[in-house]
Structures are given as structure tokens and as C-alpha cells.
């Protein structure tokens, strides 16, 4: 069976090539699912016909043959310039849908200054922030927002943010969030420790992170609340579920569909094991999307959440995606958690800022954010290039790992260099990088060294790892 995912920035659709079915009508009847399920809300922009077409690796009539059905049928219906929504009144058949019913990791290091070339990781190009689109999207708020949505509200933040961030990671992320459920937050450090305050206090004692991982948040919040931590192994393919069977955990932190930073995405048996011990136990996995939105080259991968919303706390972030500088999160915790979480968050700061909220909500509903995405993909994706490129012409022993999506790629050592020392003469030559071996719990582990490459252009990339290949070299004779 040949199937086909795509593209991650706009719809979850599957294609399968052989099962006799026109291509058309399965991009309709996933798109009408996805309607009645409620994860397709009333007034949601569908991607242009062009777009979704080079996504799935079909011709622009297919798609346009299935948008003109599901606008015949009164799912879909057009806008003047080519837009295609959600209808605002669907077909009987769409009522009664599931909606209806019941920040990040890998956090910067501190820089050193004078470094002729930075791997730092972590780190979003914030030069491409997209001020002309974000600035009118302030003033649609400052000119249209109703007085009374300038008061204190309630922890969870405003109802406008809920909906256009429900309508989006639905669409996107596949997951099965409810406006009622989502807690804005400033970003992921807020959010994991707001998580667990409340376990904390709903009596967790031991919490599982990835090993490695660089979720320090996680780690000494854990700690200062009493809780103890342990480590759960990664593999090639994420964390290694038969340790965590056995971690007598009451919470795990994962990025399943991007390890960091080893770059591995847990396998769909992986993920259903996760779930049967997150039920078996009554744990809570936290789920941290940090940087689903970047996908080179593999089909995308729809997020855990969607899998068990009762046992899923999503996690995600614009600070890989549009700039740090916001402190823009968000959570979907389970419902039975979500009084304890936006009380704790009500109780932390009063609540995130009204007009960044509203801001971003509109830039979501009038895809913006969308475009802004489709604009950075190919921008990452060159500076990945590059990196690859270079690697293999000046270090080819080092072994890339987790390359086709996000803002950094690890390469792992061969056994005769040492990590500690590679990373210590590269300082010396005034080359910054860093090493998995400090994001390690167990401490024990390959060496690998950490490639970030969103804020580096690719002059600026070959010229790093050729100096890189200078200081290996270099230890290597002495």
C-alpha cells in the first residue's frame, strides 16, 4: 500500500495510492470527516488549491474537483480572491460534532559573544518576524475589540485565542481540542511549571523526562516541588517505552514528533504503548509540540493529543515559529485539569496580556500564520542544506541524525573523538557549539554535538563546519 501524508502546514489528509479510490474523492471524504468531527470549525480557512496539491504530490484539478464537490454538497463555500472556508451553516449531517462535547523545549543556552561562526540551538531567524501582518492585526484589535475584553478576565485567556487556536492545531496537528480546554500561557517555561504545581498538589510523586532532554524547566521545578525525576532512554525512535513501563512514573514530559535533541519521532506502536500505560496508571503525558511546524522531509506527523485527550496535556509555543520575544503558549490540558491549571495561572501573573492575545488570534483566523509558515519552510530548509552539505564534504565520519524537520540536526561521533574535547577546542577557535553529553540525565550516552542553523546563513554554515573539521583535526593529533 502506498500512502501519502500532507503537507503537515495545512491538513492532515491520507492518501492511499492503491486502494482504488480517486484521489479526489479521498481528499473529500477526509476533509468532510474532519468537518463533522468538528476539527474543520464554521468560518475556517482551507489552504489555497496549489498549495494543498504540491503537498500531497497531486495535480491542482484533483484538489479543485474535491473543494467544488464539498461547496456543492455545503461544506465548503468560496470568497471572492479564491479563498475557500468552512461553511458558516454545514449540511445536518456535520451538527452535533465532537467540539461540541465535553511552550517550549530546547530553551537557549546563554551565548558567549566573539564567536566567529554559533551552532547555537534553540534559536528562531526573529530578523523574518512578520511586522507589516502583525501590526494589522493590532490595529483590527485596537479599532475593534469590545472595552470590556481590557479587564481582567479569567485564567485561561480570551475566547477569541481558544477558538483560532483550536481551528488550527485541529486542522494541523490533528489534535482534539476544545476552545473550553486551552490555557494560554507565557511559554513553555510558564506552562510545565504551572502542569506541575498542579501534580504536585494532586499528590504526583515522580516525574519522566526523555534522557537526554534539555528541559531544565522541567527538571528543577520538579525537584523544588518535591517530586523526583528519572530518566526514560531515547533510541533511534524516541523514548524507549519498556523503561518507562517500569519508571513507576506518574507524569512524562515527551516531543514525540521531534525528540530533542536527538531528532527522533516515536513510532505509532510507541505512541499507542504511551497511552495504555498513561491509562493503565492514570499518569499524565505532557506532550511539548515545540517545532511540528517544520517539515522537511518526511510526512507529518499528527500529535498525541488526538490520540487520548483524557490522559494529554498539549504543549505549544509561537517561539519557534514567529519569536521568542512574545512569550506566547498555550496548553490543552485534559478537562478534568483545566480548572486546577487556569487557577494556578490566574494566581502566577493575573493572566497573559490581552492585546498579544487577541493579536495573535487574529493573525491565526486571517492565515497569516499559515503564510508565514509556508514563507520560513523553504528558508530552514536551505540552511539545513547547507549544513547537511557541508558535513559531508569536510566531516563525513560524523553521522547526522533527526534532519528532516526542525531548526537543528545532531551529528554523532565517532568512538575516537571526545565530545568534551571537541566542543572545548572549538571554543578556542571561536567556534560556538554544544554537546548532547550535558543534556543527559543518566550521563551516559554517545558523543554528539549540536547543530542549530535557523539564524545562520549558508555562507556562514560552511564556513563553521569547515573550521569545525579544523578543530577535529586538531584533536585528533594531539
Known amino acids: 500500500m502506498t500512502t501519502n501524508s500532507g503537507p503537515a502546514e495545512d491538513l492532515l489528509i491520507e492518501l492511499d495510492r492503491d486502494a482504488g479510490v480517486p484521489l479526489h474523492r479521498q481528499i473529500e471524504a477526509s476533509i468532510r470527516a474532519d468537518i463533522r468531527a468538528g476539527l474543520l470549525r464554521a468560518g475556517a480557512s482551507l489552504p489555497p488549491t496549489r498549495t494543498l496539491a504540491a503537498g500531497l504530490g497531486v495535480s491542482r484539478g484533483v484538489v479543485v474537483e474535491a473543494y467544488q464537490q464539498l461547496v456543492a454538497e455545503g461544506y465548503l463555500a468560496s470568497r471572492s480572491g479564491g479563498y475557500t472556508q468552512v461553511a458558516a451553516s454545514m449540511p445536518p449531517a456535520a451538527a452535533g460534532s465532537a467540539a461540541s462535547t465535553a511552550a517550549s523545549t530546547a530553551q537557549p543556552a546563554a551565548r558567549s559573544v566573539g564567536f566567529k561562526v554559533d551552532f547555537g540551538y534553540g534559536r528562531t531567524d526573529v530578523s523574518q518576524f512578520p511586522r507589516a501582518a502583525w501590526l494589522r492585526s493590532v490595529r483590527t484589535v485596537l479599532t475593534t475589540t469590545p472595552n470590556d475584553r481590557f479587564a481582567y478576565l479569567d485564567g485561561r485567556g480570551v475566547p ?21 480546554n486551552v490555557v494560554i500561557c507565557n511559554g513553555y517555561g510558564q506552562g510545565i511549571s504551572l502542569l506541575i504545581q498542579v501534580l504536585a498538589r494532586r499528590g504526583a510523586r515522580r516525574i519522566a523526562l526523555e534522557d537526554p532532554s534539555s528541559d531544565d524547566d522541567a527538571r528543577v521545578l520538579a525537584g523544588a516541588a518535591g517530586l523526583d525525576v528519572v530518566g526514560i532512554p531515547v533510541g533511534p525512535d524516541g523514548v524507549q517505552v519498556d523503561v518507562l513501563h517500569r519508571a513507576d512514573a506518574d507524569a512524562v514530559v515527551l516531543t514525540p514528533s521531534h525528540q530533542w535533541p536527538t531528532g527522533g519521532v516515536l513510532s505509532a506502536a510507541a505512541r499507542a504503548e504511551v497511552i495504555r500505560w498513561a ?13 511540528a511546524e517544520y517539515r522537511y522531509d518526511r510526512s507529518p506527523v499528527g500529535a498525541m493529543q488526538g490520540l487520548a485527550p483524557d490522559h494529554v496535556v ?48 487574529d493573525f491565526l483566523a486571517r492565515g497569516e500564520f499559515d503564510r508565514h509558515l509556508r514563507r520560513m519552510r523553504p528558508v530552514y530548509r536551505r540552511r539545513r542544506d547547507a549544513l547537511l552539505d557541508a558535513l559531508r564534504t569536510h566531516l563525513p ?15 554523532w561521533l565517532p568512538p575516537d573523538l571526545d565530545e568534551a574535547a571537541v566542543v572545548a577546542a572549538a571554543v578556542r577557535h571561536g567556534l560556538g557549539i554544544q554537546g548532547v553529553g550535558p543534556f543527559r540525565i543518566a550521563g551516559a550516552g554517545p558523543g554528539g554535538l549540536i547543530f542549530g542553523y535557523a539564524i545562520l546563513r549558508e555562507s556562514a554554515i560552511a ?9 577535529i583535526r586538531e584533536v585528533r593529533g594531539s
Not at 279 to 291: L, W
Not at 398 to 409: C, K, N, R, S, T
Open 463 to 471: 564556513e563553521g563546519v569547515a573550521l569545525l573539521a579544523t578543530v
Open 397 to 411: 565520519d560524523l553521522e547526522p541524525a533527526g534532519i528532516a524537520a526542525g531548526q537543528h540536526v545532531v551529528a
Open 314 to 361: 498539549y504543549c505549544g509555543t509561537a517561539s519557534k515559529t514567529l519569536a521568542p520575544g512574545l512569550r506566547l503558549g498555550w496548553m490543552v490540558p485534559p478537562a478534568h485539569l483545566v480548572t486546577d491549571v487556569s487557577t494556578a495561572k490566574l494566581l502566577a501573573d493575573r493572566g497573559s496580556s490581552v492585546i498579544d492575545q487577541l493579536t495573535f488570534a
Open 279 to 291: 491509562k493503565r496508571r492514570g499518569a499524565i503525558v505532557i506532550e511539548d509540540d515545540y517545532d
Open 160 to 180: 477569541e485565542l481558544h477558538e483560532a487556536l483550536c481551528d488550527y492545531l485541529n486542522r494541523v496537528r490533528g489534535t482534539l481540542a476544545v476552545p473550553g
